[in-house]
């Protein structure tokens, strides 16, 4: 197909949801170890790094907590089985993250304490009437993730070094492919209802 001056017209390229990219330049920002908007500068200090990453070490284990809070929560076994798994995809994020603060000198332990945390933005079951139905459920755990995702993008508009832009943009993705997942699942059970 042509334009009107009879130049080829764009291909409608899909755009990846945590930089924004076309699929045509999707790595762009990561090969080139630039952030995801293209803005040149530092990297960020070990110290930088190493706060950063605890931040999202400690974000990954409220999560880790709140799905497997839900998985108890509530009684189908199909929604059990996705807060379960999502529970352990959470811990394996998080054991990602501390391997990686621990390569930057840090100390892991103090990136991961969630006591008295409400769970990426309160995914937790509190005994109020209907806070554990599977609907209720699936409602929290997306808007947790959604949070999750926007904490990601952010750490990913910073100069990071390249072996941490990877893991970021990797568990970024993640947490996007969790949160669709969570919200088809929520909107199939909102139709059944």
Known sequence: MATDNGEA????????????????????????????????????????????LGDLLRNAREAEYGFRTAAVAVDTPRARELF?????????????????????????????????????GGVEADGAAGASSELSMFDRCERAEDAAVARYRQALERNLPRDVRALVLRLARDAQAIHDQVRTLRDGTRTAH
């Open 84 to 120: 379960a798994q999502r529970g352990a995809d959470c811990r394996r994020a998080g054991d990602d993250l501390a391997q990686m603060i621990t390569m930057y000198g840090g100390d892991a332990a103090e990136g991961s304490s969630a006591a008295g945390a409400s769970p990426r």
């Open 9 to 52: 017209a764009p291909r409608n390229l899909n755009r990846d949801p945590i930089t924004g990219a076309s699929d045509a330049h999707a790595h762009v920002g990561l090969a080139s170890g630039s952030t995801a908007g293209g803005r040149p500068g530092p990297e960020l200090s070990n110290e930088e790094v190493i706060a950063l």
